[in-house]
C-alpha cells in the first residue's frame, strides 16, 4: 500500500495541471481505453462489488491503482465538495514525477 498522501498529492497536482475524472464509471471507462495513468480507490466504497473489477483492469493494463483513505477525502483531492468511490487520472500534468514514483512503490 503506497503513502495515501503521495497519492492524494498526485491527484491534487494534475487536477491543476493536468487531468482527472471522478467517479465508477468514468474510471473504468479510462481504464478500459487506456487512458489511465494512476487510479485511486476508496477503500470504504460499499458494496465493494461497486470497484472490484477496477483493480484487476488496472493490472491488466499496467495501470498503478491505488485503495486510499475515505470517499470525503478523495473527493476533498479532487477538488469536490462530496466523497467519490474512484479517481483517474488520465493527464499527468506536474505530478508526472509522483505518478512514476507511486508506480515503482506498487
Request: with cysteine.
Amino acid at each position: 500500500m503506497a503513502d495515501n498522501e503521495k497519492v492524494y498529492q498526485a491527484i491534487e497536482l494534475a487536477k491543476s495541471t493536468g487531468k482527472i475524472r471522478k467517479g465508477t464509471n468514468e474510471v473504468t471507462k479510462a481504464i478500459e481505453k487506456g487512458q489511465a495513468k494512476l487510479v485511486a480507490i476508496a477503500s470504504d466504497v460499499s458494496p465493494k462489488e461497486i470497484v472490484m473489477h477496477m483493480p484487476i483492469l488496472a493490472k491488466e493494463k499496467g495501470i498503478p491503482c491505488f485503495e486510499v483513505g475515505v470517499k470525503e477525502e478523495l473527493g476533498a483531492a479532487a477538488g469536490i465538495p462530496v466523497g467519490t468511490a474512484s479517481v483517474v487520472v488520465i493527464k499527468e500534468g506536474e505530478a508526472k514525477d509522483i505518478i512514476a514514483e507511486l508506480a515503482k512503490s506498487e
